[in-house]
């Protein structure tokens, strides 16, 4: 893996874990593709995929948060996204055989984002059974994911929707069982399409719930309020 950490110089700074990740997902990359890969370091706030523009490159974040931006609907920024492993942003283009990306990626964090040309992403994948499995495997996890959530968010309102987004944030991004909350409440007006007041009355209700805890200018979820939330919605959904 010399010749990945000379090309991803960034994976150095990973954890075991994710280094591991993104070690597995090159493993059997061969010279042509490492040295096709190349790296960029964005500022938040950075565009780096737009919607209807010719889907010429592969990007693959390496750290940090990106959103997608849905501008067709009133430049709503619709959901934030966050992989544990490596996955190819435009390999659902390749795979369905689009000329153009679907969607516009913009970072929310600063991030560090490998990028392969989209040639020589094609290339690979019709050479390494492998790859393509992987890839494969992702986009179905993720389209899954979606349809979830989507399913999921049309019947529910109000609280009870931000309620099932912070579940969902927390089983994502926990650490050592706790997840902090440090989003904006426009941020997460966006992520969940409810009002900044909706929002600000929902943390209140939740606090007094019991199913998060203030800590400063934000706020934290433990394990046995992630349990007490997670027999709510049960209840709600199951109604």
């Known amino acids: 893996m010399k010749l990945l950490e000379e090309k991803l110089p960034f994976i150095k700074e990973f954890d075991k874990e994710k280094k591991q990740q993104f070690e ?34 592969i990007y693959f974040v390496g750290k940090g948060q990106f959103k997608a931006v849905d501008y067709s609907v009133f430049g709503f920024a619709y959901d934030f996204m966050r992989f544990d492993a490596p996955y190819a942003m435009g390999g659902l ?13 913009q970072t929310n964090t600063d991030c560090i984002i490998a990028k392969l040309p989209r040639n020589i992403f094609e290339r690979w994948i019709d050479v390494d059974p492998k790859v393509l499995r992987i890839e494969a495997g992702n986009v179905s996890k993720y389209m899954l994911e979606q349809a979830r959530k989507s399913r999921a968010c049309v019947f529910l309102q109000g609280s009870e929707r931000l309620a099932y987004i912070l579940l969902d944030m927390y089983e994502r991004q926990k650490k050592g069982g706790i997840l902090t909350i440090k989003m904006m409440q426009n941020e997460l007006a966006e992520l969940s399409g409810l009002s900044t007041k909706t929002i600000y009355r929902s943390f209140k209700v939740f606090e007094a719930n019991g199913w998060i805890s203030r800590k400063g200018n934000g706020y934290t979820m433990n394990e046995l309020q992630y349990r007490d939330c997670v027999r709510y919605m049960d209840n709600l959904i199951s109604r």
């Open 93 to 105: 283009e390749v795979l369905a055989k689009d000329k153009v990306y679907r969607t516009t990626l």
């Open 24 to 57: 597995e997902y090159f493993s059997t990359a061969p010279d042509w593709v490492l040295n096709a890969c190349g790296v960029l370091y964005l500022k938040k706030g950075s565009v780096f995929v737009r919607e209807n523009t010719t889907a010429d490159t």
